[in-house]
């Protein structure tokens, strides 16, 4: 099988795979490859992979999607971070995904303070306009 995890602003990874385990909201998956073609919402968590000349490689994946269509699988997510070591993996997962938690916070408190300084103007512009008629 040929294993695509598509990030928005790269390819993460792009491999033949002989199996894939995701987790899904209803549980944990496995694909073969005759597993039949079939599209899933996948939760955060691990997504591992196992390949002929690797053993299971990691990759730490948060919500995305899943589609099997025939050889290939394609997963779509926000953010996702490989490693060959499971320990390793939660440790940097923690870390990069805590900073860009608050890179998310500091831009949702940016847009607000835009948002609330829009609608100051809108506010000032329709009570002038009130007052002169």
Do not use: W
Not at 62 to 71: F, I, N, R, S, Y
Not at 81 to 104: C, K, Y
């Amino acid at each position: 099988m040929n294993l695509k995890i598509l990030l928005p602003t790269e390819i993460l990874l792009d491999e033949e795979v002989t199996k894939v385990s995701a987790e899904a909201e209803n549980g944990s998956f496995t694909l073969l490859p005759n597993h039949i073609d079939f599209v899933t919402a996948i939760v955060p968590g691990i997504l591992f992979f196992e390949s002929e000349s690797t053993p299971e490689v990691f990759i730490a994946v948060d919500e995305g999607v899943l589609v099997k269509c025939g050889a290939d699988v394609r997963v779509s997510t926000g953010r996702a971070i490989r490693s060959d070591d499971l320990d390793s993996l939660q440790q940097t997962v923690e870390e990069v995904f805590s900073r860009l938690d608050e890179r998310e916070r500091i831009t949702v408190g940016a847009i607000a303070k835009l948002e609330a300084s829009f609608a100051r103007g809108v506010y000032e512009i329709g009570g002038s306009s009130g007052e002169a008629s």
